[in-house]
């Protein structure tokens, strides 16, 4: 039997997985399922019982010695005294204009918060309000109101925390600067709500006994899923560095970037790394614009890319919420000549964006490339081609969300004693293949299309 196993649960807008990691950092077993949602809410019982039926399975085979929850951001839960006030709101879920208009005018200011203004609930501080408007007792009742890594630390232990990773990432709440809560936060009463803050390695206490998981394994506060895999990287590489999460969500960490330089208008924020600090970062939905350009099918090869870029066949943004061309409707212009084609414009598009976006956090000598397209040769290749004088590195684990997640069961006193997973990733060469003229093409077209009004 593995020894030492931490359970991390990596739930995902998209999918959500049960990791088992071992000591040294390997996923020795992964359980998985779509995320389900109503569109309005998150089925937070069908994933407490996929999760614990997990974690039943991995303490069957391993010896389970701690669990550390991970999920995606802009999901909060509003606790009463015995659970849930209120169902987790799915941040794809649409705010009222009115509504929405009204929260503009209070939020926070960009230089106060590093978050930008982003549509449907992507500020949680939107769906918070909005909430609030439609139902003023819900605050004045509630107990707390926590993240939602945090929500299932409370779910396996029982005790309530904040953690600055999840207050930070895009919701409004919290004040990178001055490390405490925003003034939309007090103005509103919600930061009277937030427990104490708690490190994201910080043990809550023993699994609760009628889960029926072993006495003995520890519950660990959490943390943002970006955030999670970018503590991998950070402990790793002493010199400067960006990443790219991939996923659902394409987040782009830098820590050489300018925070105080940050746009407000192009989908660029200030990140809460796990030990406070603020990190300038950028995101558009990659993962989700990719399948849609993609059509979920297809196979690609560089000849394929060739042909597109040969043909002038273009993607222009958006084909999701967020990002920074955010706004805008997406388009194909040209014809791909099937489903290989689609999926040679999709990974370009999104190395083009990756690059933009890359772009507006400062600059950037070195990058990591984490997640699903850490796998995807041209997607790394057309980065490659797109950023000549930056050295990129892509991740042969496709686990780095939960590996990172994993580390903070070891942070920090063992962390120094762990294998080097940064220098596990192999290095990209460039593509033979010109982009440059096609990326100024993409541009001039994006421009166009602005000055228009499309």
């Not at 309530?160 to 939309?184: I, N």
Request: net charge negative.
């Amino acid at each position: 039997m593995t020894s030492g196993v931490t359970a991390v649960l990596d739930i995902g807008k998209t999918n959500s997985k049960i990791l088992a990691v071992d000591h040294d950092l390997n996923v020795v077993a992964t359980h998985g399922m779509a995320s389900i949602s109503d569109g309005r809410r998150l089925d937070t019982m069908r994933c407490w019982t996929f999760i614990l039926a997990s974690l039943k399975q991995i303490a069957r085979r391993f010896d389970l010695s701690a669990i550390v929850p991970t999920t995606h951001g802009a999901a909060f839960a509003i606790m009463g005294e015995g659970g849930l006030a209120h169902g987790i709101v799915d941040y794809e879920q649409r705010v009222p204009d009115t509504v929405s208009a009204e929260y503009d005018i209070l939020r926070p200011d960009f230089t106060e918060s590093f978050s930008p203004n982003l549509p449907l609930g992507l500020n949680a501080g939107r769906q918070l309000f909005a909430l609030d408007r439609s139902m003023p007792r819900l605050f004045d009742e509630a107990r707390a109101l926590i993240a939602y890594p945090q929500y299932w630390a409370w779910k396996l232990s029982g005790e309530l925390v904040s953690e600055v990773s999840s207050l930070g990432c895009h919701t409004d709440l919290w004040a990178p600067l001055k490390a405490g809560p925003s003034s939309l936060s007090s103005a509103m009463g919600w930061d009277r709500l937030l427990p104490p803050i708690a490190p994201a390695w910080a043990v809550l206490g023993k699994a609760a006994p009628a889960l029926g998981l072993p006495a003995a394994c520890r519950v660990l506060a959490g943390a943002h899923d970006s955030n999670a895999a970018f503590l991998r990287y950070l402990t790793g590489s002493p010199d400067p560095f960006a990443l790219v999460s991939t996923g659902t969500w394409f987040v782009c960490f830098n820590t050489q970037g300018n925070v105080p330089g940050l746009s407000a208008e192009r989908d660029t924020l200030a990140n809460i790394d796990v030990l406070g600090r603020p990190v300038a970062s950028a995101r558009f939905m990659g993962g989700r614009e990719y399948a849609a350009i993609a059509e979920f099918s297809g196979q690609a090869n560089l000849e394929d890319l060739r042909a597109v870029v040969a043909a002038q066949i273009f993607a222009l943004p958006s084909f999701a919420a967020g990002g920074p061309f955010g706004g805008r409707s997406g388009a194909i212009c040209g014809t791909p000549s099937g489903p290989a084609q689609n999926a040679a414009l999709a990974a370009l598009y999104c190395a083009l964006m990756t690059c933009e976006s890359l772009a507006l956090t400062g600059r950037v000598s070195k990058l990591y490339v984490d997640g699903p397209f850490a796998t995807n040769p041209l997607y790394l290749g057309a980065l490659a081609t797109l950023l000549p004088n930056v050295r990129v590195l892509a991740s042969r684990d496709q686990h780095g969300t939960g590996v990172g997640a994993a580390l903070l069961a070891h942070w920090p006193s063992q962390a120094g004693q762990l294998p080097d997973y940064a220098l596990a990733a192999q290095e990209i060469a460039a593509l033979d293949l010109d982009l440059e003229g096609y990326r100024n093409t993409w541009r001039e077209m994006i421009a166009e299309a602005q000055d228009s009004g499309r």
